[in-house]
């Protein structure tokens, strides 16, 4: 679903904490650097466990942002946990287990991005062809984001001796 990859990605932009699940480890981790793709050119700064142990479990209390992987099989585990705003995604079935209200932060550019991904859902590309179309909807986001031309202004205080 768009909309919820638009959330996951504002999400990750905001430095909120992760957690995402699955069955199966390859699921985990190449899902987890999927993720943490979305925010190119940037990189997640923060705690990044694609694969967290069971033994590890209690590292999903941490009160700072991080994005964790852990199997299916640890979801009894992970709702004994004092967890709070915490967003956590089960991959197999696409559904967020828990989702949290938070504000929405993304410009009205954003739709814009919104469209493109849908369009690209439509035409039901696969494969590599896709994954480089998607990169290049956020890539072009992140263009038009942070670029903004100089007003006529600016220009105009710029030739000035």
Known sequence: NVDDII??????????????????????????????????????QHIYIPILPLSLINYACAPMPF???????????????????????????GEFIARPSFPKVLPPNAQQLKKALKSLVKIKKRGRDFSLSVAQCFLRFFCCLLY??????????????
Request: proline content about 6%; glycine content about 2%; charged content about 20%.
């Open 7 to 44: 959330f996951l990605f504002e999400s990750l932009l905001v430095e909120r904490r992760l957690i995402i699940m699955a069955k199966t480890l390859s699921t985990l981790s190449s899902c987890a650097n999927a993720i943490t793709a979305l925010t190119y050119p940037f990189t997640w």
């Open 67 to 93: 994005i964790v992987g852990l199997l299916s099989s640890s979801l009894s585990t992970l709702e004994t946990l004092p967890i709070e705003e915490v967003i956590i995604v089960d991959l197999d079935s």
């Open 148 to 161: 903004t031309s100089p007003s006529p202004r600016d220009r105009q205080k710029s030739r000035m001796p």
